[in-house]
C-alpha cells in the first residue's frame, strides 16, 4: 500500500514537471536526463576510437624516417663500403616530436630504432640492412607487436 501511494506522488510530482500550456517552451528532467544519457554513450563509443585514431596518425613519423634513414646509410655504405660511422646512427631525439631515432652498425650490418616517447612510449620500430622490418608495442591497450612488419593498426596489423 505504502510503495502504491509512493508510485502516485512520483507520478504526480512528474507530471507537475511537464508543461501544462502548448505555448509553453522548455524541457522536463526526463528529457534532460535521457540526452545526457545519449551523449554519455556516444561518448563511451566515439573516444577509444578517437584516441586509436590519434596513435595511428603519429606511426608514419616513426615509419617514414626509418625509411629516410634507411636510404641515407645505403648512399653511405656505398661511398664508404662500410656501415660504421654513418651520422644517421647518431642519437636523434629533435627530428620527431613522438620518437627518438638511433642505429647500430658494423662493417656489413645495421640495425635502424625508432622508440616512442610522449603519447606514443611503447611503440619501437626497427629495419635493418636487409630491409626487415619489425614492431615492438608494450603498455599500449589493443596493440600488439609484429617481427615482419611495422605496426599501424590495433592488432599487429601491417
Do not use: H
Amino acid at each position: 500500500m505504502l510503495a502504491r501511494k509512493f508510485a502516485l506522488e512520483a507520478a504526480r510530482a512528474l507530471l507537475r514537471m511537464m508543461p501544462k500550456k502548448p505555448g509553453q517552451a522548455g524541457f522536463t528532467l526526463i528529457e534532460l536526463l535521457i540526452a545526457m544519457v545519449v551523449v554519455a554513450i556516444l561518448g563511451a563509443i566515439a573516444l577509444p576510437a578517437y584516441n586509436n585514431y590519434i596513435l595511428r596518425g603519429k606511426v608514419p613519423e616513426a615509419t617514414s624516417n626509418l625509411a629516410a634513414k634507411r636510404v641515407k646509410i645505403e648512399q653511405f655504405f656505398q661511398d664508404n663500403r662500410t656501415y660504421v660511422g654513418a651520422p644517421v646512427l647518431a642519437n636523434d631525439s629533435s627530428t620527431s616530436q613522438y620518437f627518438d631515432f638511433s642505429g647500430t652498425a658494423t662493417a656489413s650490418t645495421y640495425t635502424l630504432t625508432a622508440t616512442g616517447k610522449a603519447s606514443m612510449t611503447g611503440f619501437t620500430y626497427t629495419v635493418d640492412q636487409s630491409n626487415a622490418r619489425a614492431s615492438t608495442v608494450t603498455g599500449v591497450s589493443g596493440w600488439t607487436g609484429n617481427a615482419s612488419c611495422w605496426v599501424t593498426k590495433q592488432g599487429g596489423q601491417c
